[in-house]
């Protein structure tokens, strides 16, 4: 099963040039024979805090919220039927009742919405602006019969969180990472947070990030990557692509595991950094 991840430049709050990418991409990824589209966030909060007043931020968050399905995504949708291909996308503002959540979706060749998974820990600043945290529970995500597990933004901080995903039957990950740090090597971290979990189990990871650009510069990049427990495979950072892996090929993988490529003093610093914005959701407690 071939797997193609969309590496993109999108915009700040420009839905229509963002989903025109999108659709470019599912074109592209379809004639190469990929049978699942990944794709980051089109619009992540964390990269409005720092850009906007919280006022301006908590009217935003209100005019892109909205019930899953509901026309917010229609045009996903339609992107997955014209092109069939199944697609995954990182973060959904989703409108619950009188919550919000950021969730993941998978859309189906023929526009169904197979399931969804909200993400379970969240910043004081998601927080602030009426963000909830996700119950812990098995989605049950497949693509042709293969178990996809599902980590959001800083829910690749919770290895705990992965190996729940793993024994309810994961085969691979998908991990959606794309957020601006205040200090450190960003990429550096990202590319160790990935192959730890990768290695914790046993599991090939597919990290997708992207390029985010704001008035016309680029704001920050975080990397899109490919990573099987024996190390990054392929990787995307400054050039938009779409790379591809094939789940097969990871599966017979028969390099040694190389557990320096993991650095402990940038996994302890990311921790200590992250963990000053985010607080874990009550439910994630319990497991």
């Not at 004081?124 to 098995?138: D, I, T, W």
């Not at 178990?147 to 800083?154: A, C, E, F, H, N």
Request: a positive charge; hydrophobic letters at 40%; aromatic letters at 8%.
């Amino acid at each position: 099963m071939k797997v193609a991840v969309y590496h993109y430049r999108n915009k700040v709050l420009a839905r229509r040039y963002n989903t025109e990418k999108v659709n470019n991409a599912a074109d592209e990824a379809r004639r190469r024979d990929a049978v699942l589209l990944c794709i980051s966030p089109l619009m992540n909060i964390s990269d409005l805090i720092g850009i906007y007043q919280l006022n301006r931020i908590k009217a935003i968050v209100r005019s892109y919220a909205g019930r899953i399905p509901s026309n917010a995504i229609e045009s996903l949708v339609k992107i997955a039927e014209e092109h069939a291909i199944y697609i995954m996308i990182g973060g959904i503002l989703e409108r619950a009742g009188p919550k919000l959540f950021m969730t993941s979706l998978l859309i189906t060749p023929d526009g169904r919405i197979k399931g969804k998974v909200r993400k379970v820990t969240i910043s004081k600043e998601e927080a602030a602006l009426g963000l909830s945290p996700g119950r812990v529970q098995n989605s049950d995500l497949t693509v042709q019969k293969h178990g996809v597990g599902v980590l959001m933004d800083t829910d690749l901080l919770a290895p705990e969180y992965a190996k729940l995903q793993k024994a309810w039957g994961a085969e691979f990950f998908v991990a959606f990472f794309k957020r601006r740090l205040r200090r450190g090597d960003s990429h550096l971290l990202v590319r160790s947070l990935t192959l730890a979990r990768a290695i914790e189990t046993s599991s090939p990871v597919i990290l997708c990030g992207g390029i985010v650009e704001h008035h016309g510069e680029i704001f920050y990049t975080t990397p899109s990557l490919i990573v099987s427990p024996t190390g990054i495979k392929k990787e995307a950072i400054n050039e938009e692509k779409i790379i591809y892996w094939d789940l097969n090929d990871l599966y017979s993988d028969v390099d040694v595991v190389d557990l320096s490529n993991v650095s402990n003093k940038v996994l302890a610093e990311a921790y200590r950094e992250l963990a000053k914005i985010m607080k874990y959701g009550r439910q994630i407690s319990k497991y």
